[in-house]
């Protein structure tokens, strides 16, 4: 979270004109060695690094995120909007410049082990040096771990509040009264019946100081109905007006369509028909493992691959047998590293659990509804990228490295992604975009088809997992509790990836065999036991590992609650007592479970019943019961069996995130969580063979349909700590509830990801 601001002085505040005409105050969280990141535009004001007001009185903010639908566009607004006293209605938004004065501080702080993996404890902790100076060196502004109001939250409102006061005192000279007696409201100050607006006053605002003791106010109670602000992105989306990465028109633009070779430690370019590609317009630009053909239409391109029918030399593709295998053999014999301990778990197993469980989880892809599109114009000083990007200064340098430039001369311009679920952290297509711009001397968009998505995206790490339990005879108590789960070290090839500029291939080398405490977080219980262990045996897969929604808690919450399930129902127990004995001082995850078992009408989980519960705490310092900063969740789903398979009928959850900013963004996002999570439940797998996906359109990964989705009831615990992102939670407790109401309704256990891998 940002530090409180410096002391502020006109003098260090008030820098002067700016480029586009307005008058620039350079305060909040720009230091001195950056420059100002917003150039203000005519007749506007720039506070700061986060809003400018206009002389129409508009206030527009600085959103230094991607919105991808989690509707980061709004809560910053909104908390500009309700510190400064705006009005909603004059409020907008727009992408901030990339720039180290917006350093995402606790995002590079819990990276640390991936930027400096040789000495991450030294950036441990919040606000730790060595991070803030990594994060604003590097303009690390990634989106992604629900770190945005961590982040944000608090600089936005200081920024906002010292604008307040600003305008507050140009209002209060005007009129010859105390600021402190003026009341900002509905975006007018007001004293007594006298009253100016934003834009009457931003001018001359600018040349006031900012109090050093900025008078914050109160944030909004969690529940009042002020902080269910609209969106601001809705009415553009639902129109059709918001412009996405392939929605982009340039003069002169060429479209690309590509192909890419298998899914391989290498693979080049073997035999094309070039003949073939004799089409007006059409022109083939071959890369490293890749052949695109630019046209005046992407689907003149794509005929023209299509027709020149291009293949590819492949060195060790991925095959899913193999990697079968070779998850089975790490699970049963591979050796391990302890990743953490409580008490002495392997005394008291001792070689004779009460129960043993082996849970097994396929590849996942995220598949975005729109699929990767950048748009590249390339000119001998500048290089200018249009592209939605979690991690737009990697991108930049990214395109800068490939075309042998320096940074400086790679201008991107953010926008918005249709979705991405952690597909957009890294973009190789806007590098790619960037190369056949180059060779064609045109602007050119590229966009990759379905198929190439499926094929070209990194998946999400399979796992296997093996659990152990001891526990008393009588009445179930868990004595002691091991995790034994094998998977590649997926966040350290991720952080080679974006941090070390190294390809799929050579971060995947690099890993091996390394321990990497993110790639099985969560596998911890949520459970005051006294003696628990997890390791990790990182095994080599032959797939490079991709980022997903839900991070590996997707996978250790479906081990844990169907594990602590089978306990249950072996001790004869009823799944929701056994699970609160367990709980110890995690009272915050006891309401929720208690609400949850409330709002669904929880029956116990009687036999044939078909409803099933699991519970989940992610966030940081996720292991500790009493953590301010760690969401919780229970989840009740009633699912049967059907002819077709599976049937989620409803779904019902409970999740305390702390303070919410916008109660109605927050049920978006759990209830998108947990359809998400339905998905990985039910489908979206991917299986190779030599290299090639065996599936390639949605219609083809199990998703659930509109017509096929449950209903979904949700509910918040009211609180006051610390807000927590709701995007990442709801996906990573449907799954394990899923597969314990299918043991309710039939008997049987599913103990695999998805659930159609196992034979009903």
């Known amino acids: 979270m940002a530090g409180p601001l410096p002391r502020l002085t006109r003098r260090g505040v008030l820098i002067g004109g700016a480029l586009g005409g307005g008058l620039l105050l350079a305060w909040g969280l720009t230091p001195r060695r950056f420059p100002p990141p917003l150039v203000p535009g005519k007749d506007q004001a720039l506070f700061g690094n986060w809003l400018t007001i206009g002389a129409d009185g508009v206030v527009t903010v600085a959103v230094p995120q ?160 002020a902080i269910s602000f609209p969106r601001l992105d809705g009415p553009a989306k639902v129109g059709g007006g918001m412009t996405f990465a392939g929605d982009l028109r340039l003069p002169g633009l060429l479209h690309a369509a590509i192909r890419h070779g298998p899914l391989a430690a290498s693979s080049e370019l073997a035999h094309v028909d070039e003949a073939k590609a004799n089409r007006p317009g059409v022109r083939l630009v071959r890369g490293e493992g890749w052949l695109a053909a630019t046209a005046p239409t992407w689907w003149a391109a794509e005929q023209a691959l299509t027709a020149v029918a291009p293949t590819f030399k492949a060195d060790r593709p991925v095959d899913s047998e193999r990697t079968a295998a070779a998850l089975d053999k790490a699970v ?51 290089v200018e990228i249009w592209v939605a990007a979690q991690s737009p200064e990697t991108t930049r340098r990214a395109v800068a490295r490939a075309l042998g430039v320096s940074a400086g001369k790679v201008v991107l311009y953010p926008l918005p992604a249709g979705g991405s679920f952690d597909a957009r952290l890294e973009t190789p297509h806007a590098v790619e975009a960037a190369l056949i711009a180059r060779e064609v001397e045109k602007p050119v968009q590229l966009t990759w088809s379905r198929w190439q998505e499926t094929l070209a995206a990194l998946p999400r790490a399979p796992a296997a997992a093996v659990l152990w339990a001891k526990t008393n005879p009588d009445g179930g108590e868990v004595l002691a509790w091991k995790a034994r789960i094998a998977t590649p070290a997926a966040a350290r090839e991720f952080g080679r990836r974006l941090f070390g500029a190294q390809t ?95 709002l669904a009408q929880w029956d116990a989980g009687a036999d044939a019943s078909g409803q099933g519960l699991a519970c989940h705490r992610m966030g940081e310092n996720e292991d500790a019961p009493d953590s301010d900063q760690a969401a919780r969740i229970a989840v009740i789903a009633t699912a049967r069996r059907t002819e077709a398979g599976v049937s989620v009928d409803r779904i019902s959850a409970v999740a305390d995130l702390g303070r919410i900013v916008n109660r109605d963004i927050a049920r978006q996002q759990v209830e998108g969580g947990l359809v998400f999570g339905l998905g990985l439940a039910l489908g979206s797998s991917i299986s190779y063979a030599r290299g090639l996906p065996l599936t390639a359109r949605l219609g083809e990964m199990g998703l659930p349909l509109l017509a096929s989705t449950p209903e979904i009831a949700v509910e918040f615990i009211t609180s006051d700590k610390p807000a927590i992102d709701p995007g990442e939670i709801g996906v990573v407790a449907i799954a394990p509830a899923i597969a314990n109401a299918l043991h309710s309704a039939t008997g049987l256990r599913f103990r695999r990801l998805p659930l159609f891998a196992e034979d009903l």
């Open 332 to 382: 049963r014999k591979a050796a391990t590293q302890r990743i953490a301990t409580v008490g002495d778990p392997d005394a008291v197993i001792a070689g004779e659990p009460s129960h043993v469980a082996r849970y097994d989880i396929e590849p996942a892809l995220p598949l975005p509804l729109e699929t990767a599109s950048a748009t590249a114009r390339v000119s001998a000083d500048k």
């Open 504 to 598: 799929p291939q050579q971060a995947r080398t690099a890993s091996l065999g390394e321990a990497d405490p993110m790639a099985v977080a969560g596998g911890m219980p949520p459970y005051r036991l006294p003696n628990a262990s997890l390791d990790h045996v990182p095994v080599g897969t032959g797939i490079p590992a991709g980022r997903m929604r839900g991070k590996a808690h997707a996978m250790t919450a479906f081990f844990t609650e169907s594990f602590v399930d089978e306990l249950a129902r072996k001790a004869g127990r009823e799944p929701l007592s056994y699970r609160m004995e367990m709980l110890g001082d995690d009272l915050r995850l006891a309401e929720c479970l208690q609400r949850c078992a409330a």
């Open 66 to 225: 991607l919105e991808m639908g989690q509707g980061i566009t709004t809560l910053i607004p909104q908390v500009v909007a309700l510190e400064l006293g705006a009005d909603w209605r004059m409020v907008a938004a727009e992408p901030a410049p990339i720039s180290g004065a917006y350093a995402n501080l606790p995002l590079a702080e819990d990276w640390a082990g991936l930027w400096m993996a040789f000495a991450s404890r030294l950036a441990e902790g919040r606000g730790a040096a060595l991070a803030r100076a990594y994060a604003e060196r590097n303009a690390f502004m990634a989106t992604a771990d629900g770190t945005s109001m961590a982040a944000y939250e608090q600089g936005a409102r200081e920024a906002a509040c010292a604008a307040r006061t600003m305008l507050m005192q140009a209002a209060a000279d005007r009129w010859d009264a105390d600021w402190r007696e003026c009341k900002v409201a509905a975006g007018r100050v007001t004293h007594g019946n006298q009253s100016a607006s934003f834009g009457e006053l931003a001018e001359l605002a600018v040349r006031y100081d900012p109090p050093s003791d900025l008078p914050l106010l109160p944030p909004p109670a969690d529940g009042a109905d």
